[in-house]
């Protein structure tokens, strides 16, 4: 492929991926920043074991997911499940851990088992997304950022012993200073934290614009109807489990969060999975996301590099 499409295919012809990698790791390097992610098919992988050591010949050793916003579970060490939620759901597009100091610079999915139907991990590229967006609608973000404020409780949502990997809150509220999160402990156990970050960066080796954040992800409005007015009417706006606004707290109106779904969904690409599929993806250079599905879906996700661009 040409230009910025996404994702450059690779085809192996059934030949061993670690050799691929060892080989050409510095050009598939430059093809990860030209097109925002790379596809390796049919190569032999080896299983988890092969897709780990694909990640640590690209990346280094694979990170453990902290400051979780979703529920996984571990396959083998650092190696995880994709997210765990009902097939019949759509995960929106979104860059993984944006809302956090530091992110994951890269993405590792791996098909071990392909869906019956749908189940595609539609990727999308940033570039594409702030270059095309109401420059209006931009200029106001970057001129106030955006804001995640996230509830945890056992009741709804996951817990902040869950999401930060620890019973202790000392270790939690100094692990919120560090990052620039602010704490709030509420009655029956349950913690609320704010963060405000930027909605546009920088590629650290393009130099580019990309619009990398959760500002639309966490918003209220892009879950279904259903499940937000249940979620409303349940909570309150003030106890979501996650919701964002501009960052100076101002609420972002739903023409501007409608109109950035929409421009994430005109730049966005899919392709079926097939079994040992392998998918590398530049996590400034491309959001993703998950398509419903049915049949026994089953993809191997792994992080690698932290970054702060």
């Known amino acids: ?35 925002g992610a790379v596809l390796f098919r049919d190569f032999e992988v080896g299983g988890v074991d092969g897709f780990d050591e694909v990640v640590r010949e690209l990346s280094g050793a694979p990170l453990t997911y902290e400051e979780r916003s979703s529920p996984r579970s571990v396959i083998k060490g650092n190696v995880y499940t994709s997210t765990d939620y009902p097939p019949q759901e759509e995960i929106f597009l979104h860059n993984e851990n944006s809302y956090q100091a530091v992110w994951p610079m890269v993405l590792y999915f791996y098909c071990l088992e392909p869906p019956s139907t749908q189940g595609a991990t ?14 209006q609608v931009r200029e106001e973000f970057e001129r106030r950022g955006w804001m995640v404020v996230r ?15 620890t019973d202790s809150r000392d ?13 709030e402990w ?46 409303l009417e349940m909570c309150g706006e003030e106890n979501l489990p996650s919701n964002t606004y501009y960052g100076d707290g101002g609420t972002i109106p739903d023409d501007v969060t409608d109109h950035l779904r929409e421009r994430y969904r005109a730049a966005s690409v899919r392709f079926d999975y097939r079994r040992d ?22 993809i191997a996700v792994a992080m690698a590099e932290p970054s702060s661009a």
């Open 277 to 298: 599929d392998l998918l590398v993806v530049d996590n400034m250079l491309a959001s993703h996301g998950r398509e419903p599905f049915t049949g026994p879906r089953k």
């Open 1 to 35: 492929m040409t230009g910025h499409e996404l994702p450059l295919v690779i085809e192996g012809g059934g030949t061993r991926i670690t050799d691929r990698v060892r080989g050409d790791r510095q050009q598939i390097r430059k093809s990860l920043t030209v097109h």
């Open 171 to 183: 270790e939690v509220t100094d692990y919120c200073r560090r990052n620039g999160v602010e704490t």
């Open 186 to 231: 509420l009655d029956g156990d349950r913690l609320r934290t704010r963060a405000v970050r930027r909605a546009v960066h920088h590629h650290p080796v393009t130099g580019a614009p990309v619009w990398f954040n959760h500002a639309t992800f966490f918003h209220i409005s892009t879950l279904p109807e259903g499940v937000r007015l249940g979620l």
């Open 151 to 165: 509830n945890y409780g056992d009741e709804l949502g996951m817990s902040w012993r869950q999401v930060f990997n």
């Open 122 to 135: 539609p990727l999308a590229s940033t570039r594409a997304v702030h270059d095309t967006m109401d420059p």
